[in-house]
């Protein structure tokens, strides 16, 4: 199993943000360079983490995100999960497959994807912080502050 490039970058904006918890805003440029991503993928990811009321987006002068929620209340498997949507390991449907109710392979790795979000779901965002990303956010925000 791998993640999708949209939920790495997800979950990438909410570490981010995550250490940026004061009333000011981080705007989408800052986040952009600090994590080396186009901008127009970042848009995506960003609409989608306000639709989930995760951050809250500001516009206009002054505007930027934040982060709205606890990082020790988003439990890292529903993160993943509504990040993920609604995904499965196999699609026995795309192109059908002449096993297809047959075989007990879906049900198998539906359980194990299942269980993968179960396991996660004892990790919160804020368990994922070490002291050294906590530390290079840190500097990364403070090297852009400093740039404007």
Not at 29 to 58: C, G, R
Not at 109 to 135: C, I, R
């Amino acid at each position: 199993m791998q993640l999708t490039k949209f939920t790495d970058l997800g979950l990438r904006v909410l570490m981010y943000l995550s250490q940026n918890r004061s009333t000011q805003t981080i705007m989408m440029s800052e986040i952009s360079e600090a994590l080396n991503v186009k901008h127009s993928h970042l848009i995506k990811v960003v609409t989608f983490l306000n639709k989930q009321a995760w951050i809250q987006t500001v516009r206009g002068p002054g505007g930027g995100m934040r982060l709205v929620v606890e990082p020790s209340q988003l439990l890292m498997g529903d993160v993943l999960r509504v990040l993920e949507g609604s995904s499965t390991l196999v699609d026995c449907a795309k192109p059908t497959c002449p096993l297809s109710g047959l075989c007990g392979l879906k049900n198998v790795l539906d359980e194990g994807l299942e269980a993968f979000y179960q396991h996660m779901n004892t990790h919160t965002l804020q368990d994922v912080l070490s002291p050294q990303t906590v530390q290079v956010i840190s500097v990364l925000h403070h090297r852009y502050a400093k740039a404007m």
